[in-house]
Structures are given as C-alpha cells and as structure tokens.
C-alpha cells in the first residue's frame, strides 16, 4: 500500500503578542552597545551560577562576581534574583522549541522522510536536555514552587502544542487523527518527560538511552501513521 498523502498545509498560526513576548522577552533596547553587553554578561553568568550552586544558594553578588561587574550593577538591570532566573528560563526554554519545533514542517513528513523526520527530532530533543542537565534540574524544581515560572513553562507548553497540533492537522486528514489538539498533548508530554528522564532529571532509567528515545520515535510515528 503506498503511503498516504498528507493532507493540505494550513497556514501557521500568526503568533500572538504573549507568544512573541515569550522568545524576546519584551526585549530590552540599549542606547549604549556597552549596557547590552553588561546585560548579557549578567544573564550568562546567572545561568552559571544556578546550574553550578542552584537556586537557593546562589546570590546576586555571585552572579555579579561571575559578571565582572558590582553588585550595583546588577541592581540597575534586575530587581533580584528572581527576575534574572526568570530571563535565564525563558531562553532555555526558547532555545529548546528552537531547536525542536523549528524542523517539524509538514513535507518532512512525505513517505519514508517521517520516521526519520521523527527520529532526528527525538535525537535533537534529548540532546539538549542531556547537554543542560544542571538547568533542567533546577528549572523543574521552580516550576514546583514559583509561580512566575510555573506559568512560563505553562505558556511555552501551550505553544509547543498548538504547533504540533497545526502540523499533525496538515499532515494527517481528521478521518486518521480526529482529535489534533489532544493527540499533541499526548505526544507533548511523553517526548519532554522521556528526554527529562534520559538527562537524569528524573533520577536513574532502567532502559539505555537508545531503547528509549527508539521506542518513543515507534510510538509517535505509530501514533501519526499507524504503521
């Protein structure tokens, strides 16, 4: 039996403002290159320094130490440390939907291209995980006790599942997946916890890393094409 079309692309969703204020969050515009690049420093070094002590343990000295700046600057860019995790996590979660999301497009998934399409997809995925394991750590225990972050991770969700959602409508006809929206969730959750799980996030995994991201590859495209 041949493969089965995919069905007509739609059109991507035109993102909205709070998506777009999820990746340049809100941007900041510097008169002064020096000020951008003080600014940056802050951010990079805040990265470090959470990974490196996590989040309690860190202060705003340290991360203005690991700046190369006083602590006085610090506070002319972030209120506190909070803030500045804040912007540490919006990037990593932005560059992980880059990083994933940003080759799922719907004639990548035309005959034998899907599976490996999928497969590529699941490497990237738990390659980024396993490459910022401090990160994941500490982001998954924010997201257990600060609400700011709860909701980021919440809003960057929503999004990753509604560009699944559009792209599992555009590839596969509504008689096949009937329900988009949920089937996205579904897959959502297995590929970010299989990829946490894989990172050491979730503790020790009773199966090698290739078994799993093989038997996750198996159940989406099963789940996508049922073959």
Not at 80 to 94: F, G, P, S
Not at 142 to 148: E, G, I, Q, W
Not at 177 to 195: L, S
């Amino acid at each position: 039996m041949p493969p089965a079309k995919p069905a007509s692309p739609r059109r991507a969703a035109t993102p909205t403002a709070d998506e777009l204020l999820l990746f340049d969050g809100g941007a900041r515009r510097f008169t002064q290159d020096r000020a951008r690049r003080t600014f940056e420093a802050l951010v990079t070094a805040a990265a470090d320094a959470f990974i490196e002590g996590g989040y309690d343990a860190t202060g705003t000295p340290d991360i203005a130490a690991k700046a190369g700046v006083s602590v006085g600057t610090f506070y002319r860019y972030f209120d506190d440390k909070q803030q500045i995790y804040v912007e540490v996590a919006r990037r990593h979660l932005a560059e992980a939907y880059r990083q994933t999301m940003g080759r799922l497009k719907p004639e990548a998934f035309v005959g034998k291209a899907r599976h490996d399409t999928i497969a590529e997809t699941v490497d990237v995925l738990v390659d980024y995980a396993s490459r910022h394991p401090g990160m994941n750590r500490v982001f998954v225990e924010m997201t257990l006790r600060d609400p700011d972050i709860l909701a980021l991770n919440r809003a960057f969700e929503e999004v990753a599942r509604r560009r699944l959602a559009d792209l599992i409508a555009a590839i596969r006809p509504r008689d096949v997946i009937p329900d988009p929206e949920a089937t996205a969730f579904v897959i959502h959750i297995a590929a970010v916890e299989t990829a946490n799980a894989i990172s050491g996030v979730r503790g020790a995994v009773p199966v090698a890393a290739a078994r799993a991201k093989a038997a996750l590859t198996e159940m989406i495209h099963r789940t996508l094409f049922g073959v």
